[in-house]
């Protein structure tokens, strides 16, 4: 299994601002994944985010919105930029192990105020 | 949009097997029936998947039809600790999930 370790766990922040969100893994990893998860919702896929090339969106989704980074194969971090109360939600970094399991961290939960 | 359907919430005895069904039946050949459960406040735990057999693991059942448009996942003696948000969800891959709004199991004593 994979250990996932998010920072920070929770947030408070004001409107206008940035918050990087850090996912580090305790493996070497191919892809790490990046969910959103809103209020009394499920999860939604943000982005894909390969070692070495740029990350890939999901519809509805924009890199100024969400910059991410991938300098390794173990870490990798996710900007919320220009936050407003509609950021708030549950931020989640997901990798797959082995056998085919996808192992996610415990999220960031964010509140934008 | 989800490929799934689940019933929005079950509720089961304390001890009773819990029998949660899916249907998925556009699922496509090379796709595999992940379950995953999301206890309050915690990221999503792997359960089981599975392509065409059924697998049985330390945690649950999967009973998936022969024609492969719907399954169940099965805990056998459910505890209080199962109450969570349980998803199903159809992939070619493990990292690219697309989560429904899952079923609500709420194991009581």
């Known amino acids: 299994s994979a250990v996932i370790s998010q920072k920070p766990s929770r947030d408070i922040c004001q409107r206008g601002t940035s918050l990087t969100i850090q996912c580090q893994v305790d493996?070497?990893?191919?892809?790490m994944f990046w969910y959103r998860q809103q209020p009394g919702q499920s999860l939604t896929l943000i982005a894909t985010a390969n070692q070495g090339s740029e990350a890939t969106y999901e519809s509805g989704f924009v890199i100024d919105k969400f910059p991410i980074s991938r300098p390794n194969l173990t870490f990798s971090t996710l900007t919320v930029s220009n936050m407003s109360p509609e950021d708030s939600s549950i931020y989640l970094c997901?990798?797959?192990?082995?056998?085919?399991?996808?192992?996610f961290g415990q999220g960031t939960r964010l509140t934008v105020v | 949009d989800a490929k799934t359907t689940q019933p929005p919430s079950m509720d089961c005895a304390e001890g009773r097997a819990a029998n949660l069904p899916c249907n998925h039946s556009?699922?496509?050949?090379?796709?595999?029936v992940y379950w995953y459960r999301q206890i309050h406040s915690q990221g999503p735990q792997y359960i089981i998947h599975g392509l065409k057999n059924n697998e049985t693991n330390e945690m649950a059942s999967l009973i998936i039809t022969e024609d492969r448009k719907s399954s169940t996942l099965i805990l056998p003696h459910a505890t209080l600790r199962d109450t969570a948000v349980y998803y199903c969800i159809v992939s070619r891959a493990a990292g690219d999930m697309r989560f429904g709004a899952g079923t609500r199991l709420t194991v009581k004593p």
């Open positions: 997901s990798v797959v192990g082995d056998r085919g399991k996808a192992f």
């Open positions: 493996s070497q990893v191919t892809m």
């Open positions: 556009t699922i496509s050949g090379n796709e595999y």
